[in-house]
């Protein structure tokens, strides 16, 4: 089945910790985004990635990082400078910019403990 | 920030009724998209509207475009209670920055 898949679903991470969320897609889209979404807010853009080894800086990239070194990978480094990470992280895939959609995964809810 | 504004921020109908939710962007676009999310999930999309489209309709849905005012409108007609989620806009960011700005979301309650 063709898709987009974040792992884990739940990531628990300790104060001064890097993580790092997958986000994988066999749709063959080139172009990539995290979104960051906090409790009854709206999604706010991370970073996106319109072609491999390349990517841009969204409206909140501070404490992130990202790369793209396949086309069908874009993971997402939070780190320990990101002061308050605990959100609800979606990534999402489209074929191209112009007119496309975006399909998104089921999420990967971070929690600092 | 570039993200948009939508209202009403929650909305609460009997079913069979009709629901209407805003939004308002900031930007010039290429076009205009509405998604679905229900709780805990990730967004699904529902309806495309270009920029030099007027009306859209796909459905129960009916999406109004005016890019002089850069605002939207979603209608979803004679709704029902598996209609009870929150729904976004996203522009898709004009200049070819291949950006994807959403708005703030309309939570939506549907009773039976």
């Known amino acids: 089945d063709g898709g987009i898949t974040q792992s884990p679903k739940y990531l628990f991470r300790k104060e001064g910790q890097n993580v790092t969320l997958s986000c994988e897609q066999n749709?063959?889209?080139?172009?990539m985004y995290w979104y960051r979404q906090d409790p009854g807010q709206g999604l706010r853009l991370i970073y996106y990635?319109?072609?491999?080894?390349?990517?841009q800086k969204g409206d909140i990239a501070e404490g992130y990082s990202v790369s793209r070194e396949k086309k069908e990978s874009f993971p997402l480094t939070v780190t320990s400078a990101q002061k308050n990470p605990t959100a609800f992280y979606l990534c999402?895939?489209?074929?191209?910019?112009?007119?496309?959609?975006?399909?998104f995964g089921q999420g990967t809810r971070l929690t600092v403990v | 920030s570039q993200q948009g504004e939508e209202d009403p921020q929650a909305l609460s109908i009997q079913e069979g009724e009709n629901a209407t939710m805003n939004c308002s962007y900031k930007?010039?676009?290429?076009?205009l998209q509405w998604y679905r999310q229900n709780s805990g999930r990730g967004l699904v999309h529902l309806i495309l509207?270009?920029?030099?489209?007027r009306e859209k309709h796909s459905g129960r849905l009916r999406v109004t475009l005016d890019t002089s005012k850069k605002s939207s409108s979603l209608l979803i007609t004679a709704s029902r209670a598996a209609d009870t989620a929150s729904y976004f806009c996203?522009?898709?960011?004009?200049?070819?920055?291949?950006?994807?700005?959403f708005g703030q979301g309309t939570t939506l309650q549907v009773k039976p």
């Open positions: 999402a895939s489209r074929g191209g910019t112009g007119i496309a959609e975006a399909f």
């Open positions: 930007t010039s676009i290429n076009n």
């Open positions: 509207i270009r920029s030099n489209e």
């Open positions: 749709l063959n889209h080139d172009a």
């Open positions: 990635s319109q072609i491999v080894n390349d990517f």
């Open positions: 996203a522009t898709d960011v004009a200049s070819n920055t291949g950006k994807l700005i």
